[in-house]
Nanobody, 121 residues
Framework: QLQLVESGGGLVQPGGSLRLSCTVS????????IGWFRQAPGKEREGVSC????????TYVDSVKGRFSIFRDIAKKTVYLQMNSLKPEDTAVYYC??????????????WGQGTQVTVSS
């Protein structure tokens, strides 16, 4: 059974860093693209970053380019989202989900619980 579990969220001051983890069970990481989405209070969910099946293509929404990076550990079946220089507007619940990477990220699977990221002084 396919399951993706997010972890690593928390409270951080502006300018700080967090690393989110997405641990996958029920499939290998080269089976589907994996994307990170986020949803802030009162806003629609948006695609943040995506990594394709080969791990060679990574995409980012403009607002996080240069600050966030996505990478994976095949052996640990985990996809990470390293978030640096965090801003209050990055505050949201972050979700990982099987996706279709591209100019517009598309979620394919089912949403999990997500992990809360709060950027505040």
């Amino acid at each position: 059974q396919l399951q993706l579990v997010e972890s690593g969220g928390g409270l951080v001051q502006p300018g700080g860093s967090l690393r989110l983890s997405c641990t996958v069970s029920g499939m290998t990481l080269n089976y589907d693209d994996i994307g990170w989405f986020r949803q802030a209070p009162g806003k629609e969910r948006e695609g943040v970053s995506c990594i394709n099946t080969s791990g060679g293509v990574m995409t980012y929404v403009d607002s996080v380019k240069g600050r966030f990076s996505i990478f994976r550990d095949i052996a640990k079946k985990t996809v990470y989202l390293q978030m640096n220089s965090l801003k209050p507007e990055d505050t949201a619940v972050y979700y990982c989900i099987t996706s279709r990477c591209g100019a517009t990220m598309r979620p394919l699977g089912s949403w999990g619980q997500g992990t809360q990221v709060t950027v505040s002084s």
